[in-house]
T-cell receptor, first 113, second 112 residues
């Protein structure tokens, strides 16, 4: 069964550094998402992406965050200047249609020191 | 409470027993989805129930939705040790696709 893959599985970075989290969504999906889960807290929506543009973003997704689909297969989340509070598990997801189930990757655990 | 709140927060049962988890939400929804998460892993979609549906089955899973009470339940019948995981409800309430609001989750432990 096709799946969403994320790399790396764990990223450690220093405060103020830029990080890029990478995702390969399911190939025939059209909608792409990033969610995050701070340890012990709820899974939170960050951003949705469709037709090469952001469809919606949450309050968390400020100017430090950006997303890109640089080619036909990858979907990336960039954090320009990481803060300690950015430490979390970041999940990429994709779906084939609107209002349909999301397929999640296994996540990237980001640790900011 | 916030959109998508589950109870109980933790549930411990013996293999073979049924497990019931509940979810309440605040706003009108397009659909409600249940996901499972094994420790340190991603979320796996279990079942989606649309706002005009009242009950849905998938294998050993049964989901109900009561839009008048803004609540849903997930029943896992004949539980197995492999069902041990966290279970989350997530509501799709807006016009934007895929913007789900997750609850805090129920940690289910099934003892062999």
């Amino acid at each position: 069964e096709p799946e969403v893959t994320q790399t790396p599985s764990h990223q450690v970075t220093q405060m103020g550094q830029e990080v890029i989290l990478r995702c390969v969504p399911i190939s025939n999906h059209l909608y792409f998402y990033w969610y995050r889960q701070i340890l012990g807290q709820k899974v939170e929506f960050l951003v949705s992406f469709y037709n090469n543009e952001i469809s919606e973003k949450s309050e968390i997704f400020d100017d430090q965050f950006s997303v890109e689909r640089p080619d036909g297969s990858n979907f990336t989340l960039k954090i320009r200047s990481t803060k300690l509070e950015d430490s979390a598990m970041y999940f990429c997801a994709s779906s084939g249609q609107g209002h349909s189930p999301l397929h999640f990757g296994n996540g990237t655990r980001l640790t900011v020191t | 409470s916030q959109q998508g709140e589950e109870d109980p927060q933790a549930l411990s049962i013996q293999e073979g027993e049924n497990a019931t988890m509940n979810c309440s939400y605040k706003t009108s929804i397009n659909n409600l989805q249940w996901y499972r998460q094994n420790s340190g892993r991603g979320l796996v979609h279990l079942i989606l129930i649309r706002s005009n549906e009242r009950e849905k089955h998938s294998g050993r899973l049964r989901v109900t939705l009561d839009t008048s009470k803004k609540s849903s339940s997930l029943l896992i019948t004949a539980s197995r040790a492999a069902d041990t995981a966290s279970y989350f409800c997530a509501t799709d309430a807006g016009t934007s696709y895929g913007k789900l609001t997750f609850g805090q989750g129920t940690i289910l432990t099934v003892h062999p």
